[in-house]
């Protein structure tokens, strides 16, 4: 059985495979409606947070901070925060403020929850819900931020449901705005109700309009939060996610409503295991379309499946994503020789171990760890290809490694919202991107190598 190698690295991370988690736990506010994000702490933090989406999505993006100065973080920054959640209610009206902690916050101890309580400002703000989620930027990942808030939101508006309803959740992580339409489509496909949580899929891909309006459509809304309680089953792409920070695991344990969790619909096995999973929930066959597309993947797999062989790759990124582009790397004999994540709190060596035992591979799995890292290995692996966000061009442009792009943050491309890779046409897209790239990256060499072998001496 193939076992896949998991390497200790120093304990000294220089530019880390992942970013902070209030990172994680704004980007799943922007998927709820009408909602808006605080940020306790420094400017600083605000300000990178937002560039940062605002770069990927190409979306104007607003994230408030309570500007802790010298003074705040001396004496406490409670008056900051509140005088901070008045001024968003005055400016934005949101009916939603996620409340978020950084370093600087955490670390001089301000218990956000408690500030908000004690204030009164909650009541004084009537009708705007406020979510505090401490989010400790050092303590762990933008992966973990993004599942504490999932749960913290969930938490807020579950509540023990008169009745059922027949619809499903699906939680979703990594996701473009172009997937949550393919998953809308899918789901429209079987005829079935659903709630997506969080949606990005107007939220952070607007259609243009005249005018600048300060506010986003689209999003989770509020009703549809409170049904998740109700709901008859949550799928949810938290294959990686650690028991705690489920919230599909939270709504079964306190709800009753079954969990199914799903890899990222991304390659043909994490596409059947998704739609098997609606299948099953609401004992309907899978429909012929879908039935189709998966054809016409198999069948594109086959084409390939030749050229793909020559893949060496090194795939980076979220624990999910990682984990998902694994699987379509290896069921389309592309060989996985590094698979890294900044984060380390996930079972990815088991899972993974699981994948490939019916395979010879056997990858370098890196834990929380860095680009440094990535790219010494990368090296030593003779890798043609990297798989992962933009945060790995500087590899691609020092050691000359094609890199395709997936994942958060892309800001060195264009396009990023409207990227489709889950489900079998976007899987397909996906695979054909990175086919294409191998076959340009052996022509780029070809001539040479041929003529060094053949006619030099
Ligand atoms: S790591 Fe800490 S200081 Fe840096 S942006 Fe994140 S929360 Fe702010």
Known sequence: MAKSKSRNLVNLNVNPCKMCMPMGAALAFEG??????????????STYIRRHIATHFNEP????????????????????????????AAIYSPKVIGVLT??????????????????????????????????????????????VALKKIVA????????????INVIVTDLTPADIRELKRILSLF????????????????????????????????????????????IEFGWMTPLGLSPGRYLEETFDVPLYSCPLPIGLNGTDLFLEAISKIY?????????????????????????????????????????????????????????????????????????????????????????????????EQKTNLLIGNSDGKFIKE??????????????????ASRQLYIGYEGSLRFLDLITNTLIDKKHEAYRDKMYNKYFVN
Do not use: W
């Open 102 to 147: 950084t370093c600087l916050a955490e670390t001089i101890g301000e218990d956000i929850t408690h500030i908000i309580k004690e204030s009164g400002v909650a009541s004084e703000l009537k009708g705007i819900d406020i979510i505090p989620v401490p989010t400790p930027g050092y303590a762990a990942s933008e992966y973990n931020g993004y599942f």
């Open 156 to 167: 807020f508006y579950a509540r023990e449901p008169k009745v059922k309803t027949n619809h």
């Open 398 to 415: 020092k050691e000359d490694i094609p890199l395709v792009r997936i994942g958060f943050p892309i800001h060195d491309n264009i396009g």
């Open 191 to 234: 005829e079935v109700e659903y709630t997506i949580f969080p949606d990005i899929s107007e939220t952070l891909d607007a259609p243009y309009k005249k005018g600048f309006d300060i506010k986003t459509e689209g999003g989770t809304t509020k009703s549809q939060l409170r049904r998740m309680s109700a709901a008859i089953a949550t």
């Open 32 to 45: 709820v409606e009408d909602s808006m994000v605080l940020i306790h702490g420094s400017q600083g933090c």
């Open 283 to 379: 004992d309907k066959q899978i429909p012929v379309e879908l039935k189709k597309a998966r054809g016409r993947m198999l069948d594109a797999m086959i084409d390939s499946h030749k050229l793909n062989r020559e893949g060496r790759a090194v795939i980076y990124g979220n624990p999910e994503l990682i984990y998902a582009v694994s699987n379509l790397c290896i069921e389309n004999g592309i060989e996985p020789v590094v698979i890294a994540t900044g984060t380390d709190t996930n079972p990815l060596v088991e899972q993974l171990d699981q994948q490939l035992s019916r395979y010879r591979y056997n990858p370098i799995i890196l834990k929380d760890c860095d680009f440094e890292s990535i790219q010494e290995i990368a090296v």
């Open 61 to 88: 993006i607003d994230i408030a901070s309570s500007s802790l100065s010298e003074q705040g973080t001396v004496y406490g920054g409670a008056a900051n925060l509140v005088q901070g959640l008045k001024n968003v």
